[in-house]
């Protein structure tokens, strides 16, 4: 499906000739956060929108949808997690509640909060964190592949494994990464590279060392659920789940043929959901 008819002026036309958004131009800079000394990555004017990445994946996933986003006026902010690229910080002993502090230490050096926090994957738990934790920061949360209760069928948490870990073969790597990650017929190459295993194994432990009701409602923010139809990763019933017990206060949207790489397989779709459920909020900062 083309989400091209419902993207600002400035991508229409490139859209519609199949083309890719503008390679983004960032300003950076480098947040304090106790311990952790975190790289950031911003781009754009307008209100803001913070992006955290999967669990041992760079922010660069997050790059398509946030071409999208600062086409149609946001300003996109997007940390390097610690222990990755240019951000620095213990790894040993971290909960969700670090990992969150790191990402309200961001938020209030953009001088911004309160902003509109999207994250994938284990992302979206640290969102949801945040939200809890410190719900000034937090205009609305938006989560992708939301996970949490309804856990993978043991042949997905397997090819999980392979797909991520350092010494699999190059071509069990590709199969099982698709298996894991990918709709039948997407590119699963974006994933063959680009993990890291101490910084996956870190966020994993910190996941597992706090419990989910610290961060599953994401306290009492607005919440956008935007789940792929053909996730086995973190199935949709997570985000049906979300929606039916947070009523009103969430909005669930489906992607059909997209999986857990969402915001890879079909930015545009994803695009189109956040700047649709923006629009319903009420004037931020």
């Known amino acids: 499906m083309s989400y091209c008819h419902a993207l600002s002026a400035a991508l229409l036309a490139a859209c519609m000739l199949g083309a890719a958004p503008p ?7 480098f947040v304090q956060a106790g311990a952790a000394r975190l790289h950031v990555l911003s781009t754009g004017k307008g209100p803001a929108i913070v992006l955290l990445p999967g669990q041992g ?3 660069q996933d997050l790059e398509p949808m946030a071409a999208l986003l600062v086409a149609s006026g946001y300003r996109a ?7 990755m690229g240019q951000s620095t910080g213990p790894l040993a002993g971290l909960t969700l509640h670090d990992l969150a502090g790191d990402v309200a230490a961001v938020i209030s050096a953009t001088r911004a909060a309160p902003v509109v926090l999207v994250g994938h994957g284990l992302g979206n738990r640290i969102a949801r ?23 993978p069928a043991p042949e997905i948490a397997k090819a999980l494994e392979l797909a991520a870990a350092p010494n699999t073969p190059p071509d069990v790597r590709r199969q099982a990464a698709m298996t894991a990650w990918f ?19 870190a966020y994993r432990a910190a996941a597992a060392a706090t419990p989910i009701a610290d961060w599953w409602t994401a306290g009492k923010a607005p919440v956008l659920i935007v789940q792929g139809l053909d996730d086995v990763s973190a199935p949709p019933a ?8 947070l009523g009103d206060r ?36």
């Not at 390679?23 to 800079?29: A, D």
């Not at 997407?186 to 295993?197: C, F, M, R, V």
């Not at 997570?238 to 017990?245: I, P």
């Open 23 to 29: 390679r983004l131009v960032y300003e950076t800079s």
């Open 57 to 59: 994946r760079p922010p």
């Open 77 to 83: 902010v997007l940390p390097e997690p610690r222990g």
């Open 129 to 151: 964190t945040v939200a809890a934790d410190r719900p000034e920061l937090v205009r609305a949360v938006v989560l992708l592949s939301a996970s949490g209760k309804v856990q």
């Open 183 to 201: 709709a039948p017929g997407n590119d699963p190459t974006p994933w063959l590279t680009g993990w890291s295993e101490p910084v996956r194994e």
């Open 238 to 245: 997570n985000g049906r789940l979300l929606k039916k017990e």
């Open 250 to 285: 969430a909005r669930l949207v489906e992607i059909p043929r997209v999986a857990h790489a969402l915001p890879l397989e079909n930015p545009e779709a994803v695009a189109r959901a956040v700047l649709d459920y923006l629009a319903t909020l009420p004037p931020g900062r």
